[in-house]
Nanobody, 123 residues
Framework: QVQLVESGGGLVQAGGSLRLSCAAS????????MGWFRQAPGKERVFVAT????????YYEESVKGRFTISRDNAKNTVYLQMNSLKPEDTAVYYC????????????????WGQGTQVIVSS
């Protein structure tokens, strides 16, 4: 079983920035495509961003394009989500996921999930 541990969440004012990290263990990190999802209060979990195994390709949900950047450092077995220009509607628990597919945007396409890290954006 692959373990994923998110960190970097917290409370930030609208317009601010946070960088989330997801550290992986259990298998070679470069064997997996990675994704970020989020779940806002009272809503279902939705796709945010994904990155290919080598880090050469990315894909974003429309509402975060231009504000969020997903990246990975395979030497450190870590994927990141840089979040800029944060808005109150970005408030959610953010989850990291790993899977064998390419730029997957749906939860069932991932095999392993972290426990989440909370992001609260105040206004």
């Amino acid at each position: 079983q692959v373990q994923l541990v998110e960190s970097g969440g917290g409370l930030v004012q609208a317009g601010g920035s946070l960088r989330l990290s997801c550290a992986a263990s259990g298998r070679t990190f470069s064997s997996y495509g990675m994704g970020w999802f989020r779940q806002a209060p009272g809503k279902e979990r939705v796709f945010v961003a994904t990155i290919s195994k080598s880090g050469g390709n990315t894909y974003y949900e429309e509402s975060v394009k231009g504000r969020f950047t997903i990246s990975r450092d395979n030497a450190k077995n870590t994927v990141y989500l840089q979040m800029n220009s944060l808005k109150p509607e970005d408030t959610a628990v953010y989850y990291c996921a790993a899977g064998g597919g390419y730029l997957v945007t749906v939860g069932p396409g991932y095999d392993y999930w972290g426990q989440g890290t909370q992001v609260i954006v105040s206004s």
